[in-house]
């Protein structure tokens, strides 16, 4: 399949609706039937502003950045988008070309493994 691999770049703290942003991102990207999504959290790094946020600082406890990714087709990419501007949400993201698939998609899943995640 044809679409694009979407990451965006969030701080740990930011919230929107009473809900950390992170989280309403991969809320959103679900509610919206995107396949799936990832939080990870930054152990280091800086900004527009060029402030070094690292893990080990107890008092910059927080305050480091969240990348949330979706590997999405064009359409559901538009759709978490326009979503997002309606919101008005301020958000730096990036959007790269990519192709996807399952390789050997007639396989039967793992033992355990969740049909559908």
Not at 29 to 40: D, K, Y
Not at 42 to 69: C, M, N, P
Not at 85 to 103: C, H, K, L, S, V
Request: charged content about 30%; hydrophobic content about 40%.
């Amino acid at each position: 399949m044809e679409g694009a691999f979407l990451r965006f770049y969030v701080s740990e703290r930011e919230a929107c609706h009473g809900v950390l942003l992170w989280e309403w991102l991969l809320e959103r990207g679900n509610q919206l039937g995107i396949r799936g999504g990832s939080a990870f959290r930054s152990i280091g790094g800086f900004g527009r502003r060029h402030a070094l946020h690292e893990d080990r600082f107890f008092e910059l406890a927080g305050s480091g950045g969240i990348e949330v990714e979706f590997v999405v087709t064009e359409e559901e990419g538009k759709r978490l988008l326009d979503l997002i501007r309606r919101e008005n949400f301020r958000i730096f993201y990036t959007r790269i070309p990519a192709q996807f698939a399952i390789i050997n998609p007639d396989v039967q899943d793992p033992p355990g493994m969740s049909t559908d995640d």
